[in-house]
């Protein structure tokens, strides 16, 4: 038997050699092919894992930063009211007051020959009104702040993935 291959030219040994190596370089070509396809299969996978998981999280941002606004809407409603009170409160206080100053007869003249004085009580009503009308204006702006500022928070809170604080 080896003197049969003994005599077997060399170029046949080469193309032996080059086909046997060109069979093995096809199966590893095909290997190569389908570890391509099982990568690319795995990577959109991936992706589409993560796709849907960003989906997800947009989703819930977005119902919780509508939460945030729901909620600052309803308590800037509630401040609405509030405010409301209490112009209706200072409304009714200005209203004793002015029917409390009319009640009142003539005030004698602070000096002989000039008109009949208002009264002292009504410097002090007039000085307390004008205040608690600023004080009503200034609740409502804090109010208002107050409000936009814990729907900024609640809206970030959301955003960054902290959660809402207690």
Request: aromatic share 6%.
């Amino acid at each position: 038997m080896i003197a049969i291959l003994g005599r077997i030219p060399m170029v046949w040994w080469i193309v032996i050699a080059l086909a046997g190596w060109g069979g093995f370089s096809r199966v590893q070509v095909a290997h190569g092919k389908a570890a391509l396809v099982a990568y690319k299969a795995e990577v959109q996978a991936a992706f589409d894992k993560q796709k849907a998981a960003d989906a997800a999280e947009s989703e819930r941002r977005n119902k919780q930063v509508q939460e945030a606004a729901d909620a600052a809407f309803k308590q800037a409603e509630k401040d609405r009211a509030d405010a409301a009170g209490a112009r209706a409160a200072l409304d009714q206080l200005r209203q004793r007051l002015a029917a409390r100053s009319n009640s009142g007869a003539v005030r004698p003249p602070a000096s002989p020959g000039s008109a009949p004085t208002e009264g002292a009580a009504n410097v002090p009503a007039d000085l307390f009104l004008r205040c608690a009308g600023r004080i009503v204006e200034l609740a409502e702006y804090a109010d208002g702040a107050r409000t936009s500022g814990e729907a900024c928070v609640r809206a970030y809170e959301s955003l960054t993935n902290r959660g809402p604080t207690p």
